[in-house]
């Protein structure tokens, strides 16, 4: 879906989702990173996503995020089930659909004279790793996700929300 910011300090999230996992690609991790224009946007928070949580119990030892973590013009984020202490993972993998991040941003600027100043946000280096730390084929169905246009004068935050989805392919 596209979310289009209207004025500056509102402020709207995007879910990083995935769907269409099945048990049998034995899914253990994931990274991603997100592209935006910082000089448009700022972000306020990147919080984790509860899709692994349910598959990441004993003798698994939970769940283990690493980042956020911000380049130039990207944020980073990725996260993975931690084995049991011998280095094995252990069923049920996951399956089905969930959300990996949500990133909560900022519309900050508007160039002067500019009725529509705005970007992309834009989805790349997505990485869905197996139990034996193989990379799972997979599809980003939307790599620009949301977009911030048209930012007006300051106004009240609003929070809006939008999201991608990766899918493992077939």
């Given at each position: 879906s596209r979310y289009?910011?209207?004025f500056i300090n509102e402020?709207?999230?995007?879910?990083i989702d995935v769907h269409y996992v099945t048990a049998s690609s034995q899914l253990v991790g994931f990274e991603f990173r997100l592209r935006y224009d910082p000089a448009l946007l700022k972000i306020i928070n990147v919080t984790a996503g509860s899709f692994l949580e349910p598959f990441a119990g004993a003798p698994n030892q939970g769940v283990f995020y690493l980042g956020p973590y911000y380049g130039t013009n990207y944020v980073m984020r990725g996260g993975f089930i931690a084995p049991d202490t011998n280095g094995i993972w252990h069923a049920p993998f996951p399956s089905g659909?969930?959300?990996f991040a949500t990133i909560q941003f900022k519309a900050k600027y508007q160039p002067v004279g500019s009725e529509n100043a705005g970007c992309d946000l834009t989805l790349f280096a997505t990485k869905l790793v197996d139990n034996a730390t193989q990379l799972i084929p997979h599809n980003v169905l939307a790599?620009?996700?949301a977009s911030a246009r048209s930012f007006q004068s300051n106004r009240p935050n609003t929070t809006r929300h939008s999201s991608t989805?990766?899918?493992q392919s077939t």
């Open positions: 289009h910011a209207s402020t709207f999230s995007v879910n659909s969930g959300t790599d620009t996700i989805r990766l899918s």
